[in-house]
C-alpha cells in the first residue's frame, strides 16, 4: 500500500513546484532591449480578471482584440496599434507607452492621469501578463496575451494559476471571443498603406 500513494505524492510535486514557481515569477522584473525586440510584433488580447470596477466595466466591452508593439530600444518607447472590437465594431487606437526598465513597467498618459501596468514573462514565450495595482486587493488586475487568436488550454492553466496566486478566483475571469473580430479589414487597409509608403521611400 506504501508504493502507490508515495508514488501519488511523488507524482505530484512537480505540479506544486510548477505552481510555487509561477507564484515567485508573478513578478515583473527589468526590461532589456531583448525583452523590448521579443515583445515587439503582433499579439492578442485572450482574458483579464479586474477588480477595479472602471476597468472592469472597460474589459467586459472588449468582445475581441489584438495589437501591433513596436519598440524604439534608445527612447524607451513602445509604438501601440490596437484593433479592438467593441459593440461589434472596430476602434482603432494609436499610442505610445514609455517603458520604466528598472521595474518593469509599461505607463500610458491619458486626460491628465498615468496608466502603469508591469510586465510579467511566462516560461511560454508565446505568452505574456500584465498585472495592474498587484498589492491592492480592491483594484488589482491582471491580462492574458498570446501570439495566435486562440489559447491552448495549457496555456489557460497558467492564466488561472495566475490568478490564483494574485487570490482571485477563476470565475473572475472575462474572455475575448475572436470570432467577433470586426478589425481585420481595417488592419489590412493600413498594412496595405504601410506597404506602400515604404515602396514609395
Same mark, same amino acid.
Given at each position: ?143 492574458? $496575451? !498570446? &501570439? ?7 496555456? *489557460? %492553466?497558467?492564466? +488561472? @494559476? ?12 472575462? $474572455? !475575448? &471571443? ?7 479589414? *481595417? %488592419?489590412?487597409? +493600413? @498594412? ?10
Amino acid at each position: 500500500m506504501m508504493l502507490p500513494w508515495a508514488l501519488a505524492i511523488l507524482s505530484l510535486l512537480p505540479l506544486m513546484e510548477a505552481q510555487k514557481l509561477s507564484c515567485a515569477n508573478l513578478t515583473a522584473t527589468p526590461i532589456t532591449n531583448a525583452t523590448l525586440e521579443w515583445i515587439s510584433g503582433k499579439w492578442f488580447y485572450i482574458a483579464s480578471a479586474v477588480r477595479n470596477p472602471k476597468y472592469k466595466q472597460e474589459a467586459q466591452a472588449i468582445q475581441a482584440d489584438f495589437f501591433y508593439f513596436t519598440a524604439n530600444l534608445t527612447e524607451d518607447t513602445v509604438l501601440l496599434r490596437e484593433y479592438p472590437t467593441v459593440g461589434d465594431k472596430c476602434i482603432y487606437n494609436s499610442s505610445y507607452l514609455k517603458v520604466q526598465r528598472e521595474n518593469g513597467s509599461f505607463s500610458h498618459h491619458e486626460v491628465g492621469r498615468e496608466y502603469v501596468v508591469y510586465l510579467v514573462l511566462l516560461q511560454d514565450p508565446r505568452t505574456f501578463i500584465f498585472t495592474a495595482y498587484p498589492e491592492d486587493k480592491q483594484n488589482q488586475g491582471l491580462s492574458f $496575451y !498570446t &501570439d495566435k487568436p486562440e489559447a491552448t488550454q495549457e496555456q *489557460l %492553466e497558467v492564466f +488561472h @494559476e495566475a490568478m490564483a496566486c494574485m487570490g482571485m478566483q477563476k470565475s473572475e475571469a472575462m $474572455y !475575448t &471571443d475572436w470570432k467577433k473580430d470586426q478589425c481585420g479589414p *481595417l %488592419e489590412k487597409q +493600413h @498594412e496595405e498603406e504601410r506597404k506602400k509608403r515604404t515602396e514609395e521611400s
